[in-house]
């Protein structure tokens, strides 16, 4: 696929896939995230293998894309969401600084690469263990722990632990 063909493929289909989106999730911001990514996607594998895209692909595409972040904010909600803690034990200083660790974490993870945090979160909030996580992602054991291990890192460096 030539540029000027891309081009006209994202000018007459771009918003069709954001409104697909966007009915789909209510969310304006997420529809033109995954509408992006869709042709990002699109762009990449015909730099691979000259794909004949359809409206069909093109839609495909984006509900794979949705579905995958649907999952994974379900995944980090049910987990601050099965998170508690008695706070007639802490005084407001530890409460208030929970409350901005649990914001730094909330915002660390968000900024992980999506492949860490997955297996991260299957591992920690799933309780799987990594050759369950590696046979569900398609993965070597060991993939799964260098993932874990880059996860870990960038949680220590988001949330500066030492």
């Keep these: 696929m030539t540029k000027e063909e891309f081009k006209n493929l994202f000018e007459t289909s771009f918003d069709e896939v954001r409104r697909y989106i966007l009915y789909r999730s209510g969310d304006s911001e997420a529809a033109t995230d995954i509408a992006q990514e869709v042709f990002l996607k699109i762009w990449e594998k015909n730099r691979d293998v000259a794909l004949p895209v359809s409206k069909g692909l093109l839609f495909k595409i984006a509900a794979d894309k949705f579905i995958s972040r649907y999952r994974r ?21 530890e409460l208030m600084s929970f409350e901005q660790l649990k914001s730094a974490y909330e915002t660390a ?22 050759h369950e996580i590696a046979g569900l992602l398609g993965l ?3 993939a799964v722990e260098k993932r874990m291990k880059h996860a870990l890192e960038f949680l220590r460096i988001s949330l500066d632990i030492k």
């Design 73 to 93: 904010e379900k995944l980090a909600f049910n987990f601050f969401r099965s998170f508690q803690f008695n706070e007639q034990d802490y005084s407001p200083e």
């Design 109 to 130: 993870l968000g900024r992980m690469p999506e492949k860490q945090r997955t297996v991260f979160l299957m591992s920690r909030v799933e309780k799987l263990k990594y």
């Design 140 to 142: 070597s054991v060991k």
